[in-house]
């Protein structure tokens, strides 16, 4: 058995006991009197600012209220209503950044309203009755090619069946869900919540899904364009940023989406190796993730080295006192420079940063941290255009995901505009899907 | 440090909280707990006649109101009177205040509306050494079905007659504890008085079913799926019991008959209300009941800083202090014109007062692409509907306007004189003012 001290990278640094504890549920689910007494906190806003910021305007004090007269399968519907995936979103929602943050509680005491617990509430209640909420409208006979299963691509599926088209997706994995199952922290997604939302989304009918298949790999947006009548892409950001220092290609550098990929796959964690001290590069939730499951996993030193200010991260500051309160050493304002060792990383060099005019440069001053991995999560990128009009290094789009291209939609992270977040691709997802079945069915 | 001693009827007790006659004063045991913990007074669960003792039923007796987080709101019980052998009790009772003679002790009774009743049982309750008795002429439920409790309490003849007979075999105070199931309460006050009573205590229980199993579709509390109405007390009946109290407190035919308070007292404050609307002490069951005997020692310490802070040195200093105050809607003053304002400043744009006014009440407040709230004064009547739902206590209140001003609303001035309905234009019964 090794430990947190053991050098280098290597499994078993922490016994099974240990890798159940850590990556238990990150917020326990609420029992039926504590979602009660939450409720009960709601004070039913007029023209609630928390719905004004849910990306998917949830009627939020409505689906509360539900939940406290004792309905939580109607508070459930009301969600699904507008969010399909929202017992996914009620786990990963920055909701400190989203409904809670301008929760009038939240102003006003700096306790907000549990409403991202209070939602897991409902809608695991309702999706524990292994009931599917809604049927199937009569046959519109028109079929549709969403490419990505992942948010933006089950949203706007399920919507799309919902009404009454075919749906067929392509997804380039083994398996469907996106980052909801390859990309999110484990914590976040317990006892196979990813996969497990998906069957139940699926179960409403008239989807298809065929794995294995890859835009620009084995199909290609002119067969969809002619094969069906509408096309709808969610491939997400396939890519990843370069980690442009010297020694970057040394053993035990590695991509943050990956570690996290295969530390979602993996059926024992006991096995996953992690290195004795982890350098993440990045600001964003994926350096908050990876970071965080390093250290959950059994590294002994975890250290996030990001370019900017705290105030610049794109990981929230509850994801930053997150990462800080599971042992994480947050470093700002530096970059790598360099990573030593022989063959293997053993350190990397961080260079301090200064913004001068706006411009980022290193100061010249530097260190050397211990670093036996070194996790870059620098940004993800899009992988594929197929041939569409970018705007910046993503898919523009006009109105409801409207790509250059007629009869071509995109919606989620490989859409300009919105936050990348899995709520902002459900959100635009579902509003692609009605701006589709308005056009099948308008002609237009 | 202010002096909670009281004196009602003579009768002595350290601090103005009794049990009221309840489970919580059913036997020797409890009483004697319940002194040590601080409590003034005892009012004895109701003894019946001597004979079989009742029957109480062997399923559930209480119903509740619960708040969000199981604050018990309103309670509801379909026990009856004592169903211990009358012996017991008086033995018990007698041995209580022989221990306990600085503290107060009254004996509940109900027994059937026959003079030879109360002949047979009050020697023998007077011999206990007990401080008074308590006419038990309110319990609405299974007894009163039999002629007693809230059956006599509904006619006032009967107080009356009852109460003449206690006064005639009973040398101690008397005091008719009233029924709220009536149509106005001051008709069996004023009975009791003509009968002798020496005070009333109010209110009994009320009327109530908590709650429907909408499964079994039982009333609850439930016995083999059949309900029944049983008595409501609790917080919830505060009000009712408040209103009720002054009632007697100001109408002519009881002014001035001392009251026992009883209903909902909860907390210093409650009992303080009470007493300020002319109770000399208050008698508590369901704090008791919900929190166990230590709750007194808050009801204790409360009062008494209250009174420190006011400056009132004994329970007389405030007691009746709101009587005059409380009067009848046609002379309250309407050249009286107040206007809501919103403090922005603790204003935290929940919207609630705006919903409320919008599509409740006078459409009297506005609302802002930012949220911002703000009285519209040339609608705002002053309900106090908006005060009462902010979350935020004291961000909207009430403010009077100044005499000479102008109240947008109906564009007059704003008067000083009083003016009351009595004399108002538009009361076709008006008087001319004098």
Redesign the interface.
Known sequence: MTSPMTPGIAANRLSKDELAQNFTDLHAPLQP?EA??A??RC???????CVTACPTDIDIPLFIRQI?TGTPEAAAKTIFDMNILGGMCARVCPTEDLCEQVC??E??EGKPVEIGRLQRHATDTLMAQGKHPYARAASTGKTVAVVGAGPAGLSCAHRLAMLGSDVTIFEARPKAGGLNEYGIAAYKSTNDFAAREVDWLLSIGGITIETGKALGDNITLDDLARDYEAVFLGVGLGGVNALGCDGADKDGVADAVDFIENLRQASDLATLPVGRNVVVIGGGMTAIDAAVQSKLLGAEQVTIAYRRGRDAMGASRYEQDLAASQGVKLLFNVQPKAMHGDGAVTEIEIEYTATNNGTLAGTGETMRVPADQVFSAIGQTLSTDGGLTLEGRKIAVTGAGRTSRDGIWAGGDCAAGGDDLTVTAVAEGRDAAMDIHATLLGGA | MADLTTDFLGIKSPNPFWLASAPPTDKEYNVRRAFDAGWGGVVWKTLGAEGPPVVNVNGPRYGVIHGADRRVLGLNNIELITDRPLEVNLEEITRVKKDYPDHALIVSIMVPCEEQAWKDILPKVEATGADGIELNFGCPHGMSERGMGAAVGQVPEYIEMVTRWCKKYYSKPVIVKLTPNITDVRLPAAAARRGGADAVSLINTINSIVSVDLDSMSPEPSIDGKGTHGGYCGPAVKPIAMSMVSEIARAPATAGMPISGIGGVTTWRDAAEFITLGCGNVQVCTAAMTYGFKVVEEMISGLSQWMDEKGHTSIQDFMGAAVPNTTDWQYLNLNYVAKAVINQDDCISCGRCFAACEDTSHQAISMSDDRKFSVIDEECVACNLCVEVCPVENCITMVEQAAGTVDPRTGDTVKDAYANWTTHPNNPGAVAAE
């Not at chain 1, 004070?43 to 600012?49: E, G, N, Q, T, V």
């Open positions: 009197h009660a007494v409720a009960d004070y039913f806003c007029h023209d609630a600012p406290s009038v509680r102003v006003a």
